[in-house]
């Protein structure tokens, strides 16, 4: 693929038809604003958008028919002019164009105080959330400092290349046998990713060529070995290896960090420590009795075996939240029946195009038209912000199924979607959930399949009676169903409240996590730094999960980590944690402003909500609030020794 400094041979070959051909099946609204920033072409900001309903949200997009032709004209004309000059190296345009171009793709005014978040995630700078020393850090400060990151997932990886770009000594402690995280331990059957790929990147990756508008499994695997291998982290990644606990030294300044692997178990001591083991990372597997006699296999989908053969196979599925919906579709065209024990329905919401490859237009004008990329990323990254009004209770709206006038919306057209696909009233109220949207974690399908026409084959049967027992042969269900099976799956999920386990931690004066987490559950400081534990940083930590993208998130906490090292290092110092007064009155802004949210609605069964009336998953704040604090260190909240 030619770098931006270099001409793009694919185009300069390009025919006008192949031109005119490409941009038909490029986003108007990116070209909008795409156009827009190379051009300042007022007829392309004086098209007109509207709003349409698309799955739980309300999208801006180009009003009428006439716009969206204009735009392509403009976009083809721009491409063969571009092509006649050379198609050699091409600025973005003017900076102070940027806002209006922005505004121009999302569809709607971006507020003052939000536009550098969008701004760095539109990724014209890959290093934006990169550690930028403010002097000449003392070297032999440096050369002392060492930092342990604790997994090579997606958060961890980033931790490791915005270390070597900082030139802080680093190693990465990895249990699983290569990166990727998730993406290494969940190769289930029709596992993707249920957020949009071009939003699952990092900065720096940017022009990486997605095959797929929501990546499957292994295309978000290969992503993350570029990483580790494009930016030549894979050197500082340990593998096989398991942190088991830590233990803060005061006298030192450092921590003792007990791991155990091929060689056995040892200690290491690092300055600092970035965990990021994420929280969808330890498999929930229900005690259902008599889950040990059955006679067949059984494993968690994060478990799934390289040599499962389910073909002809009689199979259950036990769960249907995200992994289960996606999985039964899959495994329904492969084993000879399957059977679904469904507790609680989830939400779906139609995607088109879900399951399929972007058609090979897309991926040639990301190779050739400047900075398509870029505003692919950014239209990817804003779409989060059309969930905002869905989540927010209105304490004046009346509806006993729905808690706002945009969460109504919502729940109509999941539910439109529902009747469309079953017909069968029976049916659509077995797949109804009893809770509003987004109280707990709804799922994306296709249109085209999905689990809604597995459940409707005769190979598949529905089961949402409760599940008594597991025996020999197979289930037995409350009203005393058996279920003869060949073979068990627990879509169950993962222990996802129960942060950082099973590591033990313990901080300053023998204080360990699980006591300062015993009353309501984890909590953190701007969801990485925890009183007594200085020099921690979890990426992915409590109540991280918001209407951020991701990987944003996790940019943004490394870079907060990192300016929290800049300061030990520059000022000789050993130890910065957050002061508990800030600790304290962050959390309480969380848990009160998280009453505010549907995922407070005592309808859903989810791991969203704790037995201890709280959350300590979810984020309450806004895109922009949460770029707002992380982006640099308050550090009038921290203490320094």
Request: include cysteine; charged fraction near 25%; proline fraction near 7%.
């Amino acid at each position: 693929m030619a770098t931006r400094d270099e001409p793009r041979k694919e185009l300069l070959d390009a025919s006008d038809a192949a031109i005119e051909d490409a941009v038909r099946y490029a986003d108007p609204m990116v070209l909008r604003g795409l156009l827009y920033q190379l051009t300042g072409d007022e007829e392309v900001a004086a098209t007109q958008v509207t709003t349409v309903p698309a799955g739980a949200l309300a999208m801006r997009v180009l009003h009428r028919d006439e716009d969206i032709a204009l735009l392509r004209r403009k976009a083809a004309r721009f491409l063969k002019a571009y092509r006649d000059a050379g198609a050699g190296d091409i600025g973005p345009g003017p900076a102070e164009r940027l806002p209006v171009s922005l505004t121009l793709a999302a569809g709607q005014d971006i507020p003052d105080e939000d536009m550098g978040l969008w701004l760095e995630d539109l990724a014209l700078d890959p290093w934006a959330r990169s550690l930028r020393w403010q002097g000449p850090p003392p070297r032999e400060r440096l050369d002392d400092f060492h930092v342990t990151v604790i997994g090579a997932g997606l958060g961890g990886l980033n931790a490791a290349v915005q270390l070597k770009r900082a030139g802080i000594a680093h190693t990465v402690i990895e249990k699983n046998s290569g990166v990727g995280g998730t993406w290494w331990e969940n190769r289930y059957p029709g596992c993707r990713v249920d957020s949009p790929s071009r939003a699952y990147t990092h900065l720096y990756g940017v022009d990486f060529g997605y095959p797929y508008p929501f990546c499957p499994a292994e295309k978000n695997a290969e992503y993350l070995d570029w990483v580790a291998d494009e930016f030549d982290v894979r050197t500082d990644i340990v593998f096989d290896t398991e942190v088991r606990a830590m233990d803060w030294d005061e006298d030192s300044g450092t921590w003792a960090i007990h791991v155990t692997g091929p060689q056995g178990e040892y200690t290491v001591r690092s300055n600092a420590v970035i965990s990021a083991v994420g929280f969808l990372n330890r498999p929930n597997v229900p005690r259902i009795e008599g889950a040990e006699e059955f006679d067949g296999p059984s494993w968690h989908t994060a478990r799934w075996p390289q040599e499962a053969d389910l073909a002809g196979k009689r199979v259950a599925v036990i769960g249907t939240g995200c992994t289960g919906y996606q999985l039964i579709p899959e495994l329904a065209l492969e084993a000879g029946h399957v059977t679904v024990f469904q507790r609680t329905p989830q939400w779906l919401f139609g995607v088109p195009g879900y399951r399929s490859p972007f058609p090979e237009q897309v991926p040639w004008l990301d190779r050739n038209m400047p900075y398509h990329t870029n505003f692919m990323r950014f239209r990817a990254t804003y779409a989060t912000e059309a969930l905002a009004s869905v989540t927010e209770i209105d304490p004046d709206f009346d509806d006993p199924h729905s808690l706002s006038a945009a969460n109504k919306a919502a729940r109509d057209n999941a539910l439109a979607f529902l009747e469309s696909k079953l017909g069968d009233p029976r049916l659509v109220e077995r797949m109804t959930p009893p809770h509003p949207v987004l109280a707990a974690r709804p799922v994306l399908v296709d249109p085209e399949y999905s689990v809604l026409d597995a459940i409707q084959r005769d190979d598949v049967t529905l089961v949402t009676d409760g599940i008594r027992r597991i025996n020999r042969t197979g289930i037995e269900t409350q009203d005393g169903t058996r279920h003869d099976l060949d073979a068990i799956v627990y879509a169950t999920g993962f222990r996802a409240r129960d942060y950082l386990f099973p590591m033990k931690i313990t901080g300053r004066g023998g204080l360990t996590l699980d006591e300062l987490w015993s009353d309501g559950g984890a909590r953190a400081y701007k969801g990485c730094m925890m009183p007594g534990f200085p020099n921690l940083w979890t990426i992915y930590g409590p109540n991280t999960s918001s209407m951020l993208n991701i990987p944003t998130y996790h940019e943004l906490i490394t870079v907060h980590a990192l300016e929290c090292i800049e300061r030990l290092v520059r000022d000789g110092k050993k130890a910065i944690t957050v002061r508990e007064e800030p600790y304290r009155r962050f959390n309480e802004e969380v848990d009160r402003r998280n009453l505010t949210k549907t995922w407070s609605d005592p309808r859903a069964r989810s791991y969203y909500w704790t037995e201890a009336g709280r959350t300590a998953t979810q984020c309450p704040f806004s895109a922009g609030e949460v770029w707002r604090f992380l982006r640099h260190p308050d550090f009038a909240d921290l203490e320094i020794r």
